[in-house]
């Protein structure tokens, strides 16, 4: 059975630093990893599909790697800004098991003005 | 196209009762998912559709969670008699399948319905 784990749980940075968020699963037999965001009360927004073939995707100011491998991921946000809090969540599609997204249960970030 | 709907917002019911929510995906998308977020965790898998065909179930829905995608267009999940332990958010997915099976699509979600049983 697929296990995502997201570190750190919560993660509060003052307004302009890079940051680093980590995602990692335990079996790489997987078709995609996507990063999501996701606001208070709110539906998630898709941020960043990477492929299984793929080592990394960028978005503006986001870029998210994968080492499928090592069953790995981490998504990079680079000069934070405080319309970036948010809680980020990790998901796997994996190989063989239809279509269920595996999702890990978020990184809370915080990025202070 | 605003992305996939879902009606209502917010639900609060006794336990007991019966309550129903739907989901209207992005149009032409042929591939419609449920979820269930409680707080403080990521969301869980319930089931999809493939056009009107539920083609996968999570061991979570039980007998008194029921889904339908009648004319491969907009969804319904159904909990008849509510247990406090329902309370969650559940969201509501859709995808376009494009080429072989297995082939990476991007799961679009929608606001959410969040149920609160009292």
């Known amino acids: 059975k697929q296990e995502v784990t997201q570190i750190p749980a919560a993660l509060s940075v003052p307004e302009g630093e890079n940051l680093v968020l980590n995602c990692s699963f335990t079996?790489?037999?997987?078709?995609?990893l996507q990063w999501f965001r996701q606001d208070p009360g709110k539906g998630l927004t898709s941020l960043l599909l990477i492929q299984s073939s793929q080592r990394e995707q960028t978005s503006g100011r986001l870029n998210a790697s994968l080492d499928k491998s090592s069953g790995r991921s981490t998504l990079y946000i680079a000069a934070s800004q405080p319309g970036d809090s948010a809680t980020y969540l990790c998901a796997v599609l994996s190989s063989g098991s239809a279509r269920q997204l595996t999702f890990g249960s978020g990184t809370q970030l915080t990025v202070l003005p | 196209d605003t992305g996939v709907s879902q009606d209502p917002r917010h639900k609060i019911t006794k336990r007991g009762q019966n309550v129903t929510f739907r989901c209207d995906p992005i149009?032409?998308?042929?591939?419609l998912y449920w979820y269930r977020q409680t707080l403080g965790q990521g969301p869980e898998f319930l089931t999809y559709?493939?056009?009107?065909?539920?083609?996968?179930k999570s061991r979570l829905l039980s007998d008194r969670f029921s889904a339908e995608r009648p004319k491969g267009s907009f969804s319904t999940l159904e909990i008849q008699r509510t247990e406090q332990g329902d309370s969650a958010m559940y969201l509501c997915?859709?995808?376009?399948?494009?080429?072989?099976?297995?082939?990476?699509?991007?799961?679009?979600f929608g606001p959410g319905t969040r149920l609160t049983v009292l």
């Open positions: 997915a859709s995808s376009y399948l494009r080429g072989l099976a297995g082939a990476g699509d991007t799961q679009y």
């Open positions: 079996d790489s037999a997987i078709y995609n």
């Open positions: 559709f493939q056009n009107e065909a539920q083609l996968e």
């Open positions: 149009s032409e998308h042929n591939r």
